[in-house]
């Protein structure tokens, strides 16, 4: 089967800005792509172009078949788009949202929204105004509207962002059900917990993709081994490690550091700068990887 997603140098300069810098990638059926990067790494201006909404200064991008250049009205048809601020009518209930947009795109079926309100589990509040409504009801009747149209790729920009750890989580249950009846979703995030979540994941920084693969293949690829320590004191522990050839990076996690390790290095070493510089270890463990610890390693950060 033809990816559903797939860009050739995908370019987009704003004069000398480059928020989007030669971008080639693929997205397969029934994938969930997560695209993480901090605010300003170019998400949300590929999503856009991927729409056909704003225009590639370079490159080349297909989209459910269709050319972002010349049929943006068909691959707009056919997919879902939740933006960071869903225009939702605050002063309509739940029901009469999805049956404006229903309407909008074109829905014939009488009883979709209902579904839509049973899926997203919004049945009981459905009668409700949306400016009665907490942030996390708001972006679940936003994802309702981004989907009343069965779309089968679904673009979600930053989808949680303001939302509280259990409604993120609940969220991202929704997230897995378009999923499971074959959905493509492209999701963008700057939660790094997020990426965990996804298929694939691609890391972005600065407008380039620095990364592209599976949660599994990104944490693997991290060279040397992650440590947390506990020590006293804890800034001294910091600039000690600071000082240490063997460490590759090290940062403040809590009480605790976080260190990365140069491959094949002996963490005995550390025992030994810390007792010299007058440092109380306390604890020294072994920890998997992290999608920030990635994230930090391919940006240089």
């Known amino acids: 089967m033809s990816p559903v997603i797939e860009t050739h140098g995908l370019t987009r300069r704003f004069g000398e800005f480059v928020a989007v810098d030669h971008l080639s990638f693929s997205v397969e059926p029934g994938q969930v792509l997560g695209y993480l990067g901090p605010n300003g790494s170019g998400k949300t201006t590929t999503i856009r172009m991927l729409l056909g909404l704003l225009h590639p200064t370079e490159g080349s991008a297909r989209v459910l078949g269709y050319d972002i250049a010349t049929d943006a009205e068909q691959i707009r048809r056919r997919s879902g788009y939740m933006s960071q601020k869903f225009a939702l009518y605050n002063e309509l ?16 079926d009488p009883g979709r929204v209902q579904v839509v309100l049973n899926e997203l589990g919004l049945a009981d509040v459905a009668d409700r105004r949306v400016a009665d ?70 890391i972005m920084r600065t407008g380039k993709l620095l990364a592209l693969a599976t949660p599994l293949e990104l944490r693997q690829s991290l060279p040397g081994q992650v440590w947390e320590i506990a020590a006293d004191p804890l800034l001294s522990a910091l600039e000690t490690l600071e000082s240490m050839p063997i460490v590759r990076r090290t940062a403040l996690a809590g009480d605790r550091l976080r260190t990365v390790l140069v491959a094949g290095s002996d963490p005995n070493a550390i025992r030994d700068q810390f007792a010299q510089a007058g440092v109380k270890l306390r604890d020294l463990l072994p920890v998997s990887p992290t999608m920030e610890d990635v994230f930090l390693e391919l940006s240089g950060a």
């Open 133 to 202: 409504l907490s942030t996390g009801w708001r972006q679940r009747l936003a994802l309702g509207a981004a989907t009343v149209h069965e779309p089968g790729l679904l673009f979600l920009d930053e989808p949680t962002s303001g939302v509280d750890p259990v409604a993120r989580r609940e969220f991202w249950d929704l997230i897995y059900g378009l999923a499971a009846k074959g959905v493509s979703i492209m999701v963008s995030t700057h939660y790094m917990d997020e990426a965990e979540y996804c298929d694939v994941v691609g």
């Open 93 to 108: 209930s739940v029901r009469e949202n999805l049956n404006f947009y229903g309407g909008v795109y074109g829905v014939r």
